[in-house]
């Protein structure tokens, strides 16, 4: 029972550290990047140049930005992949954008920059895309591509129009998860100390300290418990028309992001105002300008229903997945984890694919799973190892995937990833120890 106590205690501890950490600048717009791209920037932008006639610098090129663009995920990717090649579109440009779509989705990177580090999060993207295309190139050279039927091609004739205010907020959203995210001294100096005359009463002190949390921490976990009920009141219904609890939940949001920004000193009342800060104040002022200018009541709608799916669908995974990370921690051997992936080489590599196959966990919960791996010893060429694999490599995913394209081609195409997972987290790993 004891043993039983320790872990749950481990779990909820790492759970609170992580509701008030500064992750929320972060998590909160990467959730409204990825709503945004979901519900206003047309699939046909994309899909459309991934036929089997379009030009592989074209079609290729678009399959591998495709999964930043669309927002999606590794659940997510499946029925869109088999929509396009269902229709038509080349193996190649198909595989690339299978492989890739998931690992730079937007909301897994700019997590995996802010909890992991940036090194590993542009990693993920440039090795994923360049393999992802090497991967599809490879598949299509390897394999006939079949006839296109010309009555299930029409998606590849399709166009979309992308308005320059769309453009413009999309800009600005990615200001907002930059602002809050990059380390540099303009959005870390302060510019303003404010000393509020407040003494903290004892009891309250000494529970935010066993606790391990700052009052800023306190807060920011006091507004995520609002926020919870308040968006569902708010954003359920959204698309039939807004309401006060539509609004109330967006002031909440806001004022999250903007108590998420200053820096506090633990154990006082002492407010430091960094540049982050006012860079948060002016830039969600800006998307406030240009959203209501730019778009009217039924796009604004479908733009937080996207946003509101997403976090229905993630962040609760996401809460299990610290949660379970939290305990994992204080179970795993610290000495096997080391003596199995501690090391940059290629045997400890596969090990970190494996794990990405038999441990997968949904889009983000993969993070602080990798959080854990690496406390606990693990190189960081492994771990990207493990980013890689485990959206593509899951049991299920390979399932699906062996439905729609065959025993042949799936093989083929999961000893390809797993191959290039290998060696993208080994060269990944070289460059680390050499830098």
């Known amino acids: 029972m004891h043993f039983l106590f320790e872990l749950v205690e481990a779990g909820w501890l790492s759970l609170l550290d992580y509701l008030a950490a500064h992750v929320l600048l972060c998590l909160v717009p990467a959730f409204f ?35 930043l663009v669309l927002a999606v995920c590794s659940c997510t990717i499946l029925p869109l ?22 690992a730079i989705n937007i909301l897994a990177i700019s997590y995996t920059g802010a909890t992991i580090g940036m090194d590993i999060a542009i990693a993920r993207v440039v090795l994923a895309i360049t393999f992802g295309i090497t991967i599809g190139l490879i598949m299509a050279a390897v394999f006939k591509q079949p006839a296109a039927d010309p009555a299930k091609a029409a998606m590849f004739n399709q166009t979309a129009q992308v308005r320059p205010a769309l453009w413009a907020i999309l800009g600005l959203l990615v200001a907002v998860l930059i602002a809050g995210t990059l380390q540099i001294g303009l959005f870390t100096n302060t510019l303003i100390t404010l000393n509020i005359p407040l003494d903290l009463p004892g009891g309250l002190a000494d529970g935010l300290d066993a606790l391990n949390l700052t009052l800023q921490g306190a807060a920011l976990i006091i507004l995520l418990l609002l926020i919870a009920p308040v968006a569902w009141k708010g954003m359920n219904n959204v698309l039939g028309g807004f309401n006060r609890w539509t609004w109330a939940a967006l002031g909440l949001v806001a004022i999250t992001l903007l108590l998420a920004a200053p820096v506090t000193e633990s154990g006082s009342v002492i407010v430091h105002f960094t540049g982050r800060f006012f860079a948060e104040v002016i830039l969600l002022g800006a998307i406030g300008v240009v959203a209501a200018r730019g778009l009217d009541r039924d796009e604004l709608a479908h733009w937080l229903w996207e946003t509101w799916r997403f976090v229905r669908q993630i962040f609760p995974l996401l809460i299990v997945g610290v949660f379970v990370a ?10 096997w984890v080391r003596s199995l992936a501690g090391q940059n080489t290629l045997w400890a590599n596969a090990i970190g694919v494996i794990f990405g196959i038999f441990m997968y966990f949904p889009t983000l919960v993969e993070v602080p799973i990798a959080g854990m791996f690496l406390d606990l010893g693990m190189h ?11 959206p593509e490599l899951s049991l299920q995913s390979i399932l699906v995937t062996g439905k729609l394209l065959g025993r042949q081609k799936t093989a083929a195409y999961v000893g390809l990833v797993a191959v290039f997972s290998t060696l993208a987290g080994y060269l990944f790993g070289l460059a680390v120890e050499a830098f």
């Open 33 to 67: 990047i990825a709503g945004y791209l979901s519900g206003l920037m047309p699939q046909a932008a994309i899909t459309r140049y991934l036929g089997p006639k379009t030009p592989k610098y074209i079609s290729y090129s678009a399959a591998a930005i495709g999964g």
């Open 81 to 102: 992949f088999a929509g396009i090649w269902k229709r038509g579109a080349g193996l190649g440009p198909a595989i690339t954008f299978l492989f890739v779509g998931p």
């Open 326 to 335: 939290g305990m994992a921690r204080t179970i795993t051997p610290e000495d």
């Open 380 to 390: 960081r060429g492994p771990l990207l190892a493990y980013l890689l694999a485990d």
